[in-house]
């Protein structure tokens, strides 16, 4: 059974910083790219940023809204996906959602979420 | 950036209704968009993809269909466990983009 399991959330200051961890296991993890995917309180959807495999040099891409903020990176031997967050605003307060990618590039399956609040 | 315009963003319907939900994309994306559900506290589901294929274990009441810039989710016979609020997502290009949602409640 596929099971993404992400820890780290919690509050923080504004231009605090924070790293998100996501375990993975069910699926042989190197095989993924992994995505993340945040969702405002009482709001829709939002792409967040792609790693790829280690194939791919395990490359990235980010949205606008966190690049030069937010970087993600994996450790494939730890089955783990991070996502480190740095020069947090107001604005980035969210649950995180660990997403894992089929082989055709479709986000299959998500974890449970991490809250992460950014206040004062 | 591709946007993505959902209609309607609310819905009121009974059990039984058939339920159709609209999907409209700035620019053409191909068939490279994906439907998700999700219930209030849990992660979104994944229920489509490549706008019309429906994902293992899905029930067949759920399906999609369209391609270009238009796209539709059907529920033939809307089931109580079908409450909740649903989201087409473009994986064409990047930045990937989600509708803002479709909420459908119990009439």
């Known amino acids: 059974e596929v099971q993404l399991v992400e820890s780290g959330g919690g509050l923080v200051q504004p231009g605090g910083s924070l790293r998100l961890s996501c375990a993975a296991s069910g699926f042989i993890f190197s095989d993924h790219y992994m995505d993340w995917v945040r969702q405002a309180p009482g709001k829709g959807l939002e792409w967040v940023g792609r790693t790829r495999k280690r194939v791919n040099s395990y490359s990235t891409e980010y949205a606008a809204s966190v690049k030069g903020r937010f970087t993600i990176s994996r450790d494939d031997s730890k089955n783990s996906l991070y996502l480190q967050m740095n020069s947090l605003k107001s604005e980035d307060t969210a649950v995180y959602y660990c997403?894992?990618?089929?082989?055709?590039?479709?986000?299959?399956?998500w974890g449970q979420g991490a809250l992460v609040t950014v206040s004062s | 950036d591709i946007q993505l315009t959902q209609s309607p963003s609310f819905l009121s319907a009974s059990v039984g209704d058939r339920v159709t939900i609209t999907c409209r994309a700035s620019?053409?994306?191909?068939?490279?968009l994906a439907w998700y559900q999700q219930k209030p506290g849990k992660a979104p589901k994944f229920l489509i993809y490549a706008a019309s294929t429906l994902r293992s274990g899905v029930p067949s009441r759920f399906s999609g269909s369209g391609s270009g810039t238009e796209f539709t989710l059907t529920i033939s016979s809307l089931q109580p466990e079908d409450f909740a609020t649903y989201y087409c997502q473009q994986v064409n290009s990047f930045p990937l983009t989600f509708g803002q949602g479709t909420k459908v409640e119990i009439k």
């Open positions: 620019q053409g994306i191909r068939s490279y």
């Open positions: 997403v894992r990618l089929d082989s055709s590039g479709w986000l299959d399956y």
